[in-house]
């Protein structure tokens, strides 16, 4: 029996150069598990050194952990079984914008500026976002267009 990893059933990914915008996309769903969320952090790691953003620099270090927040808010924060979040980077004149989707619409974040800081109630959690602020140059949420449920965004400065 063989596997075909390159193209798993039931995702699509999509990557590339606009030749309009010198813009780098990459997106891809994910389940909605602290595996996907691992294997969604990884990806974002291995994709920014394949774009010029190599490991160890401060700007790598802080994108990946953006999205490793993101991804892993939508896995415990906006799980509904049987669905999957979905996971994009985008990369254009100098910012790094990670989005994050989720099927779970009642449940939504506070705005940016409107989280507090750490105290009892982020004794157990509650302080990806906090990072997400601190370490963002902007970030919020909207509603997802045309399906059910919320993406959380970030961008980040690469230089």
């Keep these: ?6 193209q798993p059933t039931g995702t699509r ?9 010198d813009t780098r996309v990459f997106a891809l769903r994910f389940t909605s ?22 490991y160890g620099t401060g ?12 991804a892993t808010n939508a896995v415990r924060h906006g799980h509904v079984p049987g669905r999957d979040f979905r996971l994009s980077l985008r990369v254009a004149d ?3 914008r ?3 989707s ?13 989280l507090t800081g750490p105290g009892p109630e982020t004794a157990d959690g509650g302080r990806g976002l906090l990072l997400v602020e601190a370490l963002a140059e ?7 267009l045309g399906a059910p449920g919320k993406t959380v965004w970030a961008e980040c400065a690469l230089v």
């Design 1 to 6: 029996m063989t596997s075909n990893n390159s």
């Design 13 to 21: 990914q999509l990557f590339g150069i606009s030749p309009y915008l």
């Design 33 to 54: 598990t602290a595996r996907g969320a691992r294997l969604a952090r990884r990806l974002v790691a291995v994709r920014l050194d394949e774009w010029g953003v190599p």
């Design 59 to 70: 700007a790598h270090e802080t994108v990946v952990l953006v999205a490793a927040e993101l």
């Design 94 to 96: 100098g910012v790094a």
């Design 98 to 100: 990670v989005e994050v």
């Design 102 to 114: 989720d099927t779970r619409a009642e449940r939504v974040p506070p705005g940016p500026g409107k």
């Design 138 to 144: 902007r970030w919020g949420w909207c509603p997802r």
